[in-house]
């Protein structure tokens, strides 16, 4: 890492609110796509669907196959019957979840909230430090079926717009529940754009890593160091990593799709010395002064000025040339953050 202390601030840019994408672009693979080259800083412009253009046989997809929960609720407290919304978190096991609740004065210890017209009874078991809760749930059924009925996806607060189709906020190949965002670089991706993928050779691996809020969070800190990453579990399976493995050995180059993978596949390296299969917690911090070994090259969105998803991109391309493309994103009226336009830095 760098020892000149890096300030959060160099990571700002001026973005005009109206190009904060607020509704999917259909289909998921029309949207625009700026091409960085990191060594040269030069910026190219396509559209997602030409993806498959850039890459080769020898090279690998590795994508997060994290599935949102709906994970928004709307109740009303037992007794009194004012409204609460909570969003859950964290399963922390025995139907126990680590929840935001607001308004947060409704939910001390103790207090009952119904959800769903009784579907789900949540009860406050105890106030954290920081503010959240955990609550433990009763219910018949299946938890995650009847938290599909009544549950609504847990969408940036920068998106105002209401989403009428709850799997637009889905990646086509997600598949392990678990996360409290979208992995968003995945969602240009169509089930027809991955196969033409595989029919031109390009080998797909995957791997999980449940998204929390504090990739929302946004950082304080003066300068980045000080700035604490929220943990996230991840999962690396024995084929994801062979097949990096295989890609690094034939001298291909292993792209990832999204922050999210990218974070996953760098964790494995850091704490395993090798790819192998791995799962645990990660709050790895990249930011510029990084070395990468194992991520080539990274199809992402563009990100919120001065936060940690700016800063992990610079690590990948440099800070001047990542501003410098994202002030003719802006300058091109490219569309910004989860249903916003895609960037493919090689």
């Keep these: 890492m760098e020892t000149t202390p890096i300030k959060t601030s160099d990571f700002f840019f001026d973005l005009p609110q109206e190009l904060i994408a607020q509704t999917p672009i259909e289909p998921r693979d029309a949207s625009r796509l700026m091409i960085l080259d990191k060594r040269t800083g030069e910026v190219e412009h396509r559209h997602f669907y030409e993806i498959a253009e850039l890459l080769g046989p020898k090279d690998c997809l590795i994508l997060n196959d994290s599935r949102v929960l709906p994970a928004r609720i709307y109740g009303v407290k037992e007794g009194t019957g004012a409204h609460v919304e909570f969003l859950l978190l964290e399963n922390k096991g025995n139907d126990t979840w680590e929840v935001l609740c607001k308004p947060g004065k409704r939910a001390k210890e103790g207090s009952r909230f119904i959800f769903g017209d009784g579907l789900f009874t949540g009860e406050v078991v105890r106030v954290k430090e920081d503010g959240g809760r955990l609550v433990r749930f009763t219910y018949e059924g299946v938890f995650f079926t009847l938290l599909d009925k009544i549950g609504q996806m847990p969408l940036p607060p920068y998106i105002k717009e209401r989403l009428e189709n709850k799997e637009r906020y889905q990646t086509v190949y997600s598949k392990e529940v678990g996360s409290a965002a979208a992995p968003t670089a995945g969602l240009h991706f169509t089930p027809e754009l991955l196969q ?3 029919n031109k050779g390009i080998e797909l691996g995957y791997v999980t890593l449940h998204v929390g809020l504090g990739t929302f969070r946004p950082v304080s800190a003066e300068f980045i ?4 990453m929220h943990a996230e579990h991840y999962y690396m399976p024995a084929a994801a990593a062979e097949l990096i493995n295989r890609t690094k050995q034939r001298g291909g180059r292993v792209i990832a799709v999204g922050t999210t993978s990218c974070r996953t596949i760098e964790s494995v390296a850091q704490r395993e010395g090798c790819f192998k299969e791995s799962s645990g917690w990660t709050d ?3 930011y510029p002064g990084y070395e990468f070994r194992g991520v080539d090259a990274l199809i992402t969105n563009f990100h919120l000025p001065e936060s940690t998803l700016i800063m992990l991109v610079s690590a990948l391309a440099g800070r001047e ?6 002030k003719e994103a802006v300058e091109e009226r490219y569309r910004f953050f989860s249903f916003g336009d895609a960037m493919y830095i090689g």
């Design 225 to 228: 160091t000080g700035h604490k």
């Design 196 to 198: 033409r993928l595989r």
């Design 284 to 286: 790895i911090f990249i």
């Design 321 to 326: 040339k990542v501003l410098r493309a994202y």
